[in-house]
């Protein structure tokens, strides 16, 4: 079996939060890799002018990545109890108090609508399974399905469900862990957790967590995959939608920085520390589940990026940090494909 999606087994992370700008996921696919758009908390006519600009910028193909939605009941005492301690950090950032929470129940099914309507050549969905008739409705477009999966039982759960290839997101990933089968997860290496999914499934094995450079994307294609997908180095590319902040904190971080976060959305991911992390680290086991606290939190970090603040934003980032290169897409994919 050979990697048949895009002339470079190279896969732009599709990172959610207005990062995978048109031209970050178009240039990815013009250089023959596959952009991604991150979407998981796009407004629905937002992802359908982001899927038309990508497409008239490349006719290559790019993917949408959706994260499948979590039905968790509202625990107004918990909730208002993570607002009291909120509101200095809101406060701080001259808002009168803290902001209802507010989010939209129906905005996956919203976002699969566009997602269809538009006809996207690939899709890859984060935080579970699809369900029977919409894996049959992405089939009969002749869409390439991916899924992500932490563990082989998760791996196997995909491939039995029809995806064409499955992302395997090692402990190295940066952002929410795709973990979906279980209350714990695992946190294997990306190496070892490709190597487990290529002798044990059918389909492509997709290798992702800590790559950042020619060396990395060798070590785990040796591993068994036949692709690899890159996030954090991407973030600092010119044509990303991250802060300048952000992507100085990228640049200058090590990767002893990146640690596993809760504070910020109630749900596990890697990221860099800061102030916001260290301080609320206290109140993790009282954190209203995702996708609570992350909208909980929205307000505060949209206009701690607005004001150049990286003390309240959620700074997502790998284990792939010490070695990042600010640059085009350009510069960064001849990178990758130049030999060591």
Not at 121 to 127: E, H, I, K, L, M
Not at 241 to 255: D, F, H, N, T, V
Request: proline letters at 6%; glycine letters at 10%.
């Amino acid at each position: 079996m050979e990697w048949t999606l895009t002339s470079l087994p190279i896969i732009q992370g599709p990172m959610a939060g207005g990062f995978t700008t048109a031209e970050l996921v178009s240039e990815v696919s013009e250089c023959g890799g596959l952009g991604s758009i991150g979407a998981g908390y796009m407004a629905p006519e937002s992802l359908r002018l982001l899927i038309q600009a990508v497409k008239a910028r490349t006719r290559n193909p790019f993917s949408v990545n959706l994260f499948i939605p979590s039905d968790v009941p509202v625990d107004t005492s918990q909730v208002e109890k993570m607002k009291q301690w909120l509101a200095p950090y809101y406060q701080e950032l001259g808002f009168a108090e803290v902001p209802e929470l507010s989010f939209d129940p129906g905005l996956f099914e919203k976002q699969w609508d566009v997602v269809l309507q538009e006809k996207v050549p690939a899709f890859s969905f984060t935080f579970g399974c699809l369900t029977g008739p919409q894996m049959q409705a992405l089939k009969a477009q002749g869409v390439y399905v991916m899924g992500t999966a932490t563990t082989l039982a998760e791996a196997l759960v995909l491939q039995e469900q029809g995806c064409d290839a499955v992302v395997a997101q090692g402990a190295e990933a940066g952002g929410h862990r795709g973990s979906f089968l279980g209350e714990t997860f695992e946190l294997i290496p990306t190496k070892e957790l490709v190597q487990n999914l290529s002798l044990n499934l059918k389909i492509p094995v997709i290798g992702a967590g800590g790559i950042c450079d020619r060396e990395g994307l060798d070590k785990v294609m040796t591993a068994g995959a036949y692709a690899v997908q890159i996030g954090t180095a991407f973030l600092v590319c010119d044509e990303s939608g991250a802060s300048k902040e952000y992507k100085q904190a990228l640049l200058s971080a090590r990767p002893e920085k990146s640690e596993m976060i809760k504070v910020f959305s109630g749900r596990w991911a890697r990221g860099l520390t800061n102030r916001f992390t260290t301080e609320m680290k206290v109140h993790e086991a009282e954190i209203p589940p995702y996708p609570l606290q992350h909208w909980l939190t929205t307000p505060l970090r949209r206009k701690a990026q607005e004001l150049g603040n990286t003390d309240f934003q959620s700074l997502w980032a790998g284990r792939g940090l010490g070695t990042l290169q600010a640059g085009s897409v350009r510069e960064f994919m001849a990178k990758l494909t130049n030999p060591v």
